[in-house]
Each structure stands twice: as C-alpha cells, then as structure tokens.
C-alpha cells in the first residue's frame, strides 16, 4: 500500500505522527473490527457472534473488537438492532460529550452530517429519555440509510431530517450539543478502504477545509450559549483538523474545550498553532482504531440575539379517542406518547417533545420522527416494522421465538413455518429480541419483512 507523498510530507512536523510506524500499520493488511452493543437491547449473549472475552474498546463501555469481522447479514441480532458495526476510535465521541456536557438533563443535541447513523445511535444511547436526538443528512439517497439504522435501533426521542446546514438558522439558538462530523479528505480509513489512496489529493483537502469552515459558520447560530460543539474528521491534514479549530476559535465566537485523555489509550493531544484550541488524534499505530481528529468548544455568546424565531404549527392530524385505544394495546407506557397521524400512519413521540417537533417542523424536513406505529384500519393497527422495532412495544404482544435458520428465512423476506396456533399479528423474535412482524392465518404465516430490508446474502 503506497501512501501519497505529499500526505506524509504534510504530516511531518504534526505531533504525533512517526513516519516509519504509520506506513508499517498500513503495509501490515491488518484490518479492525468493533461493534458497539445497544444498551436498549440487551441480549443473551449464547446466540450471539459477542462472549464475555471480548475486548473492550479502551473510550467506550459498549465497544468491542471482535477477533474476525463476521458475517454481518447472516447475524439476526445485526437486523435486529442489537449492535451497529462502528469504527473503535470515533466512539471516543462518548468521552467527549460525558466530559463537556451534563447528559442526565433534557438536552436537544444535533447531529448535523449524521448518515449513515453511527455517531448518532452512539448519541441516542448517551442522551437521557427526555432528550431530542436531530438526525440530519443533507445527501438525499443516504437519508434512507440513516432512517433504516435509526429505525434498526429502536428509540422514540429521535428526528431524522434532510436539510443543508444553512437550513438550521431558523432555529436560532435551540441546540444544547451539536456534532459535526464533518465531510472530509479520508485520509484516516485508507488501512480499510485503499480505493480512498487514489481520490486522495492536496486540492480535495483545501476543498474539504473550506467546505467544512461553511458548515461550521452556517450551523453555530442554532446552538445555544454556553452549548457544546463537536467537530470532527476522518484526516489526518491540518488543514481539516488543528487548522479548522482555530478558524472556529477566532470566527465564531466559541472556546475550546480540554479533554482529559487517559496516558495509555494512545491518543494524542495538539494545540492548534494561533488560538492554542485543543485537538484529539488517533493514529493507527498508536491506537486500535483508524485515523480521527476531534475538538471540543463551547459557544461564548449569541451571534445575532435580535433574531426572533416566529414557529408556525406543524399539519398533522390528532388521533381520536377510539384510535388511541386501538393503539394503547400495543405500547409498554401508552401515556408517555402523543400520537399524531400523517396520511393515515400513526406515530408516537415523547409527550414532552410535542413543542419541539411543532418547532421542527416548521423549519426542516423532516424524514422520520418518533416511531411508527402503523396504519388504523377498521379499528384495527396494521403495525408498522418501526413498532417491532421500538422499543416501547408492549412485553404482552403475542411474540414466536425462531432459530436463526427460521429467523434468517424470515429476513429474507421467505416463506417461513412456525408452530404457533394464536391468529393474527405476532412479533417474531430472536434471542427475545423482535425482528419484524407475521401475521398468522388458519394455514399460513404471511412474512411482513419490508421488501426493500430483506436480505440477499445467502
Ligand atoms: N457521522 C456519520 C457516522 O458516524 O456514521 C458519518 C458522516 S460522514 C463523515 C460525513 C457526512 O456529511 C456524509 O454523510 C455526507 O453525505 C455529509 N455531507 C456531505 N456534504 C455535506 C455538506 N455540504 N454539509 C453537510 N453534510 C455534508
């Protein structure tokens, strides 16, 4: 593996990087895995690709590296949102926010560049009940990804919308976190994706920086004072990193945080050159994980306080009192919920989030909000595949555990036979944790896998 010249010589005089060791963890064809484990979804770990020797990622309590990287597909735990697949040193983003903000508060966090999802179920599982979790995308075609992983994992506090950043100054000061793990040059996965080698080049990392100083300037009015920032990249180039941390200091009002980073997890702490704003870089010869870089600031004061945001009232239908019956039989703590109904599918949100999602509404577009519950029919729930996979449904509802052939079958959307002799909707399980729904007729078991879902790995 030929890494670019002018990578390294860029990377000469930047703390921490030892030339001879990182083309060696490069040439080495060594490849990481790690997962993190949703607390949400506690599972028996007999059936499971996980034991109890695995080793744990240093910066996060639900992270592990795995031995060998499985087949994914073929683990129904994957589709049942047990786990998501995560790269070990981005999941230092736990240790960043436990740090600079008090997460036991209801707090609205905003993960801006959040497709395809892994920073933002690492947030889900960090912020409390009472929190609002901002999913956003702005690349149309990964905004299904990012629902499906969202989805996957099973959270009501959660808004996934499709907006550009800019689209976030009509929500002046309404954010106590936001993440931005910003679009960049990738230098940091070249070790697991060498096709990156070749699209690297010292014009896309000034692109990149500009892109990412546009980013940042048009989403700090939406974060409130005193809220916290997170910026981070996959690269390696200053330019993307300690050099964007001091543009943030000097431009937008914001200071630096100091993280306390533990001697032997290996990561290394820069100041950036001008502002002294302080950086986190993990380089794979030091660490088990790819290249990252993130910073930490926290906003000093309102940019434009004049700004008075007017919220218009969002269009969604009320459900009626017989509806809410008809849904109350399928959740764990009905009167936690407000539901709202969009073209006939009925959701669930947090009641405290009620103003926010009338707030949100108003401004962005909005992908997916809560959980869906289903579709009312003649006094009856069609359930939706995002009910099975929240985790607000109800323990009571009628439930078929299946082996993992039984259960691969199912997610690949086949014909499946399972004893079981209660009629109507039933959640399949595995390992007790649902996968989707079946209805069961008198001498069939019609498969509601959604199509677009089902495995095709054999
Ligand atoms: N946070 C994600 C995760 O942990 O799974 C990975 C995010 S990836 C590093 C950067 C994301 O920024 C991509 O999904 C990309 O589509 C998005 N992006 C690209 N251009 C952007 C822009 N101009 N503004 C905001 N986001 C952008």
Known sequence: MLL?????????????????????????????????????????????????????????PNGYYLPERP?????PLFHAGAYYVQEASSMFLEEALKQTVDLSQPIKVLDLCAAPG???TLLQSLISDKSLLVSNEVIKTRVNILSENITKWGATNVIVTNNDPKDFQR????????????????????????????????????????????????????LK?????????????????????????EELEVGSLK????????????????????????????VKGEGFFIAAFTKKKTLDEAFQEKFKKGKSERL??????????YLKNPSDFFFIKQKDEV????????????????????????????????????????????????????SVEVDKETALQYLRKQEIKIDFDKRGWSLLTYNQLPLGWVKVLHNRVNNYYPANWRILNK
Request: proline share 4%.
């Open 347 to 398: 959701i669930a949100l947090p009641s405290h989030l009620e103003q926010d999602l009338a707030t949100i509404q108003s401004s962005l577009y909005i992908k997916k909000a809560g959980i869906k519950l289903g579709t009312i029919i003649r006094d009856e729930l069609i359930p939706d595949h995002e009910l099975a996979l929240g985790t607000i449904v109800k323990e009571k509802v009628p």
């Open 4 to 60: 670019p010249v002018a990578l390294l010589n860029s990377l000469q005089n930047v703390l921490g990087f030892d030339q001879e060791a990182f083309e060696k963890v490069h040439q080495s064809g060594e490849q990481i895995t790690s997962i993190r484990r949703n607390p949400n979804k506690i599972f028996n770990n007999q059936y499971s690709i996980f034991n109890d020797q695995l080793e744990q990622v240093p910066w996060n």
């Open 118 to 120: 892994g920073k933002s």
């Open 225 to 249: 004072d005193g809220g916290t920032l997170i910026y981070s990249t996959c690269s390696y180039s200053e330019t993307e990193d300690e050099e964007i941390a001091d543009w943030v200091v």
């Open 259 to 286: 993280l306390e980073v533990d001697g032997n997890w290996g990561i290394v702490e820069t100041q950036s050159k001008k502002n002294n704003a302080f950086g986190y870089r993990f380089y794979p010869n030091k």
């Open 171 to 222: 929500l002046r000061n309404y954010f106590d976190v936001i993440v931005v793990d910003a679009p960049c040059s990738g230098s940091g996965l070249f070790r697991k994706d060498t096709e990156a080698i070749n699209e690297w080049s010292e014009q896309n990392v000034e692109l990149c920086g500009q892109r990412q100083q546009r980013i940042l300037a048009d989403i700090i009015p939406s």
């Open 320 to 329: 009626t009192a017989k509806e809410i019956e008809v849904v109350k039989t």
């Open 71 to 75: 087949s994914f597909t073929l683990d």
